[in-house]
Antibody
C-alpha cells in the first residue's frame, strides 16, 4: 500500500526556517519524480518544487526560488523540503506528492504557519 | 502559466443524483487533464487522468470528458462518500496548475 507521511510542520516566525520530511512506503522512491505542493488557507493548490528520480534535476516555483531546497534520500525512502527565510505568505498545508506534474499519490499534509 | 477555472464553486446535490463539474483552461492542454478528490481529514486522491482514464480503484460512476480547453467530471449517482472537494489540474507543462476546486455538498 502506497503511503506518504509528512512531518516537520509547525509555527515559525518570519525569517525563520523549517525542514519538512516525507516518509514514503509501498513503492520504490527512486522510480519516481517527487515533489511538494502547498495549499494556503482558503486558496488553491500550488506546486512548490519537484526533484527527478535520479535527483539530478530540481525545479522550483519562482515564489520559493533561493529560499526552499528539495532533496531526497532514496536509501531512507524520504523526501525533504528545507525552507529558509520564511514569509507570512508561505503559510499553508504542505503535501508530499508522488509524480510530477501529475500526482499519483499524496500525503495527508503538514501545516506550516509563519507568524510573529 | 496556464490558468484553470472550475465551476461552479459549490454544487448542492442529493444522494443518488448526477453531478457534473466543469473545468476550463486558459489555453489548450490537449488531453493532459486530471481530476482529484479531497475529503476532510484525508489526503487528496487521483480520480481521473488523461481526461477520461480512471485511476486504479476508482468506481465507474466517475467519468471524465473534454479536450483542449473545456473539460468535465461527471458522477453518475452520488454516494455519501463522494461529497468532497474536486480539483482539476492540467499537466501539459510546469507548473501543473490546479483549479480552485468545486465543493460537492449534500442538498
Amino acid at each position: 500500500q502506497v503511503q506518504l507521511v509528512e512531518s516537520g510542520g509547525g509555527l515559525v516566525k518570519p525569517g525563520g526556517s523549517l525542514r519538512l520530511s516525507c516518509a514514503a512506503s509501498g513503492f520504490t522512491l527512486s522510480d519516481y519524480y517527487m515533489g511538494w505542493i502547498r495549499q494556503a488557507p482558503g486558496k488553491g493548490l500550488e506546486w512548490v518544487s519537484y526533484i527527478t528520480g535520479s535527483g539530478n534535476s530540481v525545479i522550483s516555483a519562482d515564489s520559493v526560488k533561493g529560499r526552499f531546497t528539495i532533496s531526497r534520500d532514496d536509501g531512507r525512502s524520504a523526501l525533504y523540503l528545507q525552507m529558509n527565510s520564511l514569509r507570512a505568505d508561505d503559510t499553508a498545508v504542505y503535501y508530499c506528492a508522488r509524480g510530477t506534474p501529475l500526482v499519483t499519490a499524496w500525503g495527508q499534509g503538514t501545516l506550516v504557519t509563519v507568524s510573529s | 502559466e496556464i490558468v484553470m477555472t472550475q465551476s461552479p464553486g459549490t454544487l448542492s446535490v442529493s444522494p443518488g443524483e448526477r453531478a457534473t463539474l466543469s473545468c476550463r483552461a486558459s489555453q489548450s492542454v490537449g488531453s493532459t487533464l486530471a481530476w482529484y478528490q479531497q475529503t476532510p481529514g484525508h489526503a487528496p486522491r487521483l480520480l481521473i487522468y488523461r481526461t477520461s482514464t480512471r485511476a486504479t480503484g476508482i468506481p465507474a460512476r466517475f467519468s471524465g470528458s473534454g479536450s483542449g480547453t473545456e473539460f468535465s467530471l461527471t458522477i453518475s449517482s452520488l454516494q455519501s462518500e463522494d461529497f468532497a472537494v474536486y480539483f482539476c489540474q492540467q499537466y501539459s507543462d510546469w507548473p501543473g496548475t490546479f483549479g480552485q476546486g468545486t465543493k460537492v455538498e449534500i442538498k
